[in-house]
């Protein structure tokens, strides 16, 4: 399942890797405005959960599945002026499960990045609107907004640092309603251009929840490798992440007699291969281990899927 947390995982990666090609290009002279680009994607495919769970209210089932999973995202993007643009997008996940369809989850999440070119450094504002549903019913709603700061450092290095703002809040368990300041941090180093590059992250997140005891605060890493190359004449491309994440929770939890302590490694590989012009099967694994002194976020979980990608 798609939860908050690898939501804000993809926005925490993606929006850099957007903006990588365009920064590698910043000796170029700037073109001026033109008209509105549009893209869009689609995904159907399926994956087998070890552990079903909804990581966002700390339950776990232990007990595994398989789910059909659907992916739909638009997007339109302006220049405004030689040095400014403005990208919108809407994105839309649905996992439907065999057996624990309580837990079908649908998400919609509405996005808006300004970016501003000031030479040297970019400088960019980006907002997001997360909707949620489980089995139809009103989930989790969240809003992220988040200014960043980013540029070449040599030939070689890109820097970015971000401050990120959110309000989130889970039906039927307001307890868990919550606001989060965060600082990140991120390294690229270009081996090869894009065709081979890593990215190392640093994240710092203070989340002050309506019940004393759900507040924590944490630091996060990140290390990702991404390869590009030929195989029997197309291009395919091969990410590997690893994610690490220690939370220190602020007061008692009177469930166990003391302050609730988590660590999370998260490992994933993705392995995308071209099929035909616009069309790639994507081939994914992921292993989670959680540990905690909480037992019911002390567990395991792997994830392994596939899925058919159109892009226009």
């Known amino acids: 399942m798609l939860c908050l947390t690898a939501y804000l995982t993809l926005i925490w990666a993606v929006p850099l890797a957007m903006m990588v090609p365009s920064a590698y290009a910043a000796d170029e002279p700037a073109s001026p405005a033109t008209g509105p680009e549009f893209s869009a994607n689609l995904a159907i495919g399926a994956e087998y959960d070890s552990n079903v769970s909804v990581e966002e209210v700390d339950q776990a089932s232990s007990q595994s599945d398989y789910a059909l999973t659907t992916d739909l995202g638009v997007g339109v993007q302006q220049q405004l002026t030689g040095k400014t643009e403005l990208a919108l997008t809407y994105d839309y996940s649905r996992s439907d499960y065999r057996e624990f369809s309580e837990v079908n989850r649908q998400t ?36 992220r907004i988040s200014p960043a700061l980013s540029g070449f450092i040599s030939r070689k290095w890109y820097a970015r640092g971000a401050y990120v703002y959110s309000d989130k809040s889970i039906e039927n368990s307001p307890e868990r309603d919550a606001k989060t300041h965060s600082g990140e941090g991120d390294l690229y180093y270009f081996l090869r251009g894009l065709r081979t590059y890593f990215n190392l992250g640093y994240r710092y997140r203070d989340e002050d929840a309506v019940e004393d005891s759900l507040d924590y605060q944490s630091q996060g890493l990140k290390l990702r490798y991404i390869q590009r190359f030929e195989l029997f004449s197309r291009m395919t491309k091969l990410e590997l992440a690893w994610r690490y994440e220690d939370r220190d929770y602020s007061s008692v939890n009177q469930s166990i007699g003391e302050k609730r302590h988590d660590q999370r490694h998260r490992w994933r590989a993705d392995y995308e291969i071209p099929v035909w012009a616009g069309g790639s099967m994507q081939f994914y694994y992921s292993y989670a281990d959680y540990d905690s002194n909480y037992e019911p976020v002390d567990y395991i979980q792997n994830i392994l899927g596939t899925r058919f990608i159109y892009r226009w």
């Open 108 to 143: 919609h999440v509405l996005g808006a990045d300004f970016a501003l070119d000031l030479d040297k450094i970019d400088s960019n504002l980006t907002a997001f609107y997360i909707h949620s549903r489980l089995d139809n019913e009103k989930f989790l709603e969240l809003y």
